[in-house]
């Protein structure tokens, strides 16, 4: 029983097309030596759930990691009748629907036993991680990688490895990151001209197992000046010292390594996802991973200057407060390097979504269109999310190409496989003979 | 001849259930001693039709309130052609038709005579009252008292009182705010420590009427911080006594002030209702009702501390500026204690309520919807305004949850009815053994 | 071949007879000398085409101003295929299809050649000029004039001057602009007041000549102060004599000059076009005309000294930040002078103009309703630039005026009368014995 399909016949036969079509992920927080949900309890802890549920009136506490994971997801289902309406709940319909053969159309505390027993692939191991990947019809899936994961233990064709630069970037004073840097690169870190060394070491290593991008997570106050490594370095040392800093002091060692950053995705021909918006920890009572939330008064004229000088790095940009993505478009439509990256979070509601597309569909050269991304945890959720992408997809070239504009279904096709696959597997598809450029 | 009701057929059935059940309306300006138009210049008075018509080029001179109530009417008559497009003048219309057996398709200088003498009702006094609020189907309606109404004279049950808060945090220094605190409570206001009690007062007083809510109006600057009630002492006391303050001082009142105003709606258990957004007197030129505008640059970031510190209380919250409403949903779909309250006022425009309800039906949990109000200020309005959000609620529902999700009619009318009826029924409901919390 | 028609029947009926109508085009860039493309190059010359195909990795040297038109219009013709999903490359197919008799459904390397000969009318001159005039149905079109144009050769009742106003304000500093003013107006512009007198002289030879508007472009953080004469003269003095400026002298220049030109267009009774948004030279390594773009921070309610003060101007207001649509509709249902006009740039894209014309067409008074202009380069531009707007006026009208409210396909067609044509005639209709105001 399928119900997020397309209602309008065209777009149904669209959508039925790209359904049989592999999914390339390029943006995910998958665990790759634990990639598949063992049990529904780690469906349900996906952070959506439990703070939708948490808003709905649930006390935290009832799904507290201490709990047993069983209790923890009976104490939840209680909850998801005051969310069946989401978008979200669909997926862990459909999550239900296609990997645990769950005949009903809503989870309740009745059926919540069985479905966990259904769901439960603890003995499974590795194998329910390939069964979910096959019915998922999976190509590669990207992953968020600290600086310091050593990337070993699977195969990075299939997780791709990213290095995400959050640390580094905005708590580069707090002790752990030094030395989680120091151990590692090897390199004794203690002033700007060995961090930036360091950071070199930790690009090598990556570019080593494969990565594909570099990301960060920025708040929406961040500006991306030049830096001024003159004027970095008193600041950088007190911070790799752990002395107090002010205000500005932050905000030159936020701006110098971020430019370092930068510098080394110009370098090592790596794209720069940008993910901007998120302030965390705005909810400091809320269930984990749902804390944060944003100020819309962001606009990525902030960003001019960094767009400017690295004219050679691709910059693959999500916005989280809906209401800025027609900047978006319109950057990515006149800087060469600004690409417009999926859909996310506060963002990724179809209503947003389907807006976002149609303007990014008729203003963006089709070459520069990622469609999607999941950011999934586990992976049982990139199917539903991008079934829920596709259908918007189908829908919006039903009606603004197809009868909007004339075009075949072929053609409405061509350009869905393109945003879907191609741009995808070009953009992030580096080598060390491969420019890593829009076309 | 009813014209306003859904063209597609699932959705005109959806409607047609809905107009079918009573209207519960938790904000409105009706004057519960005088709550139906005596007469129809009392509908043409309503600041759409006379700040639209003003816009479309009317002398404000021409509806003075110095004129003969018919004599307003005729001359705002000569201006009905230049706003016959507006989703306003089609509440006017179905005023017309629905309560005064009107028969055209527009308003005309030529008909507005037989029109103004089916509408007089200034002889039938409680009784024409009673005629709409059957005709309408109400249930309760919310109203906009001062904090110093005697609350006397009506059935609260119906006209549920609400205590309006403006004039205390915006308006603390100026002469007749104190004189009517001090004649309203009976307390020799004087400084923090009386103002703090004489609030009290008005909260027990309110309570022992049956007030549902407190509410205020916000201008887009305003910043809700953390009470200081040291600091604000001197301050306070300054604006008790009319001395003049300085930008710093006046900020400090309006934000001890709205803090304990917070407070009490947590020791009594009070939703508080915030409406963010406008600036008053913007165009000082403007009818009356028709002068007040808003920046569009706001950001419910600010809000974080009120909402933190009291999680016991529940917000209801509008947003003036339509670009604001997907931060909202983001707010509402962490925020346990915020609510996405209605579309107010600029917001209150078909094609702005259908996104931001396709938003919140697909982000927020159901039990925290709460659909609309009318903000009506005589009751002939709140039918055909309810009336144009439940053809919309019924037209999204159509399409994103039967069409577009499989959803079975009895499945929509049963979210319909939460938003329409139980929720506001049970999140305003309180009575001194239940919680305001949204479950 | 058409096929930005509508595909609905009842919008293709309001379409078909919309298309029937002469065009009103209240802003161009045309010049008037040299109004239609000679040949393809200067229609692919048009900034849409090469900033996306720049965007889409086309190098900027490859339409260098340096090489022979071909060799341009060839390169460019290669990388149209990354943009043909693109609403800008429809009016391209349009222009080719009913200008040119181009037959097939995408411009490419192998058929440019035949093309780009079709489109060969250098030795035409002004009888191709007539030939897309008429073809299109032209019944007037704005002009873009400096303010030093000789404004001699033409016939200013189809091209109609409109004086535009950016460099007096945003670049009296530099000596051109001065030289310019001075040799343009015989004034030896020393100071304020003879600035004063050469503004004035300005407008008087632009009314000698039939200007219908005053038009300009201003920054978003630009906000229009009322003037200060005095606080004024030494910074003008400094201005006009190249000296060095403070930032905050700029910005009292700037207020000044744009002062008196609302002053000019108050006595003039001329309407003042307001271009709000762009910020020039975002991107400095883009191709000609594509390196502006805006900060998305920008409210209206910075201009409400200005639209207070005069009352008898009326300001047509274009902005560039789609997400500031809203804010324009609640400012024009409010302010009676102040006019939404048509859907700019980056937000003159289907998805955005949709949004913005739905809540226009609800809210605004249809009498302030301007509903668009080609702001084109090249004659050949108005036809298709106008079709998309038609094809979406008819589509919402046919969805939410004929099935939405009943109206009938007459009224719903007058509507479209008044916003295409009506209202931009008698609003930019001014002669000395009649007022520029709104009715």
């Not at 299939?158 to 630069?165: D, I």
């Not at 504009?405 to 491969?434: M, Q």
Request: aromatic share 12%; hydrophobic share 40%; glycine share 4%.
């Amino acid at each position: 029983m399928m119900t997020n399909v397309p209602h309008d016949p065209q777009a149904r036969s669209l959508f039925d097309e790209m359904a049989r079509w592999p999914i390339y992920d390029p943006h995910s927080h998958i665990d790759p030596h634990r990639p598949a949900a063992r049990n529904f309890d780690e469906v349900l802890g996906y952070h959506y759930y439990t703070e939708l549920a948490h808003s709905a009136g649930m006390p935290a506490e009832l799904v507290d990691p201490s709990l047993p994971p069983r209790t923890r997801a009976e104490n939840l289902a209680e909850f998801l009748k005051y969310i069946d309406n989401t978008i979200q709940y669909s997926w862990l319909l459909e999550i239900a629907q296609t990997f645990h053969g769950f005949a009903e159309d809503r989870i309740t505390p009745k059926n919540i036993g069985s479905l966990y027993d259904r769901a439960e692939h603890a003995g499974d191991g590795e194998s329910w991680d390939r069964t979910v990947w096959e019915k998922s019809h999976l190509e590669a899936v990207f992953l968020t990688n600290d600086f310091d994961d050593p990337l070993k233990g699977w195969d990075t064709k299939k997780y791709v490895p990213c290095l995400r630069t959050d640390d580094l970037v905005l708590k580069l004073h707090e002790p752990s990151t030094v030395a989680r840097l120091r151990k590692a690169t090897g390199v004794d870190v203690q002033d700007f001209a060995t961090l930036h060394q360091a950071i070199g070491t930790l690009f090598e290593r990556f570019l080593s197992k494969g990565v594909r991008a570099c990301a960060i997570s920025l708040p929406p106050d961040f500006v991306p000046l030049p830096a001024a490594p003159k004027r970095a370095e008193a600041p950088v040392r007190r911070a790799l010292h752990q002395m107090d800093l002010r205000p500005d002091e932050h905000a030159e060692i936020r701006t110098i390594v971020f430019w370092t950053l930068a510098e080394y995705c110009a370098d090592y021909r790596l794209p720069f996802d940008l993910m901007i918006g998120p302030i965390r920890n705005v909810y400091p009572a809320g269930v984990a991973g749902g804390r944060d939330l944003f100020d819309r008064r962001v606009s990525l004229y902030d960003y001019r200057a960094l767009f400017n000088h690295f004219a050679g790095v691709t910059f693959p940009i999500s916005t989280l407060s809906p209401d800025a993505g027609a900047e978006l478009v319109a950057y990515s439509w006149i800087f060469p390097n600004v690409v417009p990256l999926g859909h996310w979070w506060y963002s990724n509601i179809p209503p947003y979504i389907a807006a976002d597309l149609r303007a990014r569909l008729q203003a963006v050269p089709k070459n520069k269109l990622v469609g999607y991304y999941s950011d999934a945890y586990k992976l049982e959720f990139v199917l539903p999310k991008f079934n829920m992408f596709r259908k918007i997809l189908a829908e919006t070239l039903a009606e603004d190409a197809i009868r909007g504009r004339g075009w075949s279904e072929e053609r409405a096709l061509e350009l869905a496989r393109l945003v879907l696959l191609d741009n995808p597997r070009r953009l992030f598809g580096r080598s060390d003979s491969e420019s890593a450029s829009v076309i």
